[in-house]
Nanobody
Framework: QVRLVEAGGGSVQAGGSLRLSCAASGDSIASNCMGWFRQAPGKEREEVATIYTGNSRPSYADSVKGRFTISHDTANNTIYLQMNNLKPEDTAMYYC??????????????????WGQGTQVTVSS
């Protein structure tokens, strides 16, 4: 079972940037959907960005398109989320998640079975 540990959260002003990382251990993530999700207080969890590591195909929520970039380093079993032009509405706890290894038509939120503990991102105006 994959263990996921997030890092890189923090507090920034609007317009700033942060880079989140998610280190996976316990198994390879060479053919998994890997995703970044976020949850703000009082709101439901939102899928932010996903990537299928088998072909590096990314997908983004409309709210972050053009500002966030998801990537993966298979050799180091790590995925990243580069967040630029951050807005106060990006404030949330960010979680990394992984599916079991498989070959999906597309990454589906219900397929994620392993979750990290989260890292807080706070954007001030």
């Amino acid at each position: 079972q994959v263990r996921l540990v997030e890092a890189g959260g923090g507090s920034v002003q609007a317009g700033g940037s942060l880079r989140l990382s998610c280190a996976a251990s316990g198994d390879s993530i060479a053919s998994n959907c890997m995703g970044w999700f976020r949850q703000a207080p009082g709101k439901e969890r939102e899928e932010v960005a996903t990537i299928y590591t088998g072909n590096s195909r990314p997908s983004y929520a409309d709210s972050v398109k053009g500002r966030f970039t998801i990537s993966h380093d298979t050799a180091n079993n790590t995925i990243y989320l580069q967040m630029n032009n951050l807005k106060p509405e990006d404030t949330a706890m960010y979680y990394c998640a992984a599916t079991p290894p498989y070959i999906p038509v597309r990454c589906v939120s219900s397929d994620y079975t392993n979750w990290g503990q989260g890292t807080q991102v706070t954007v001030s105006s």
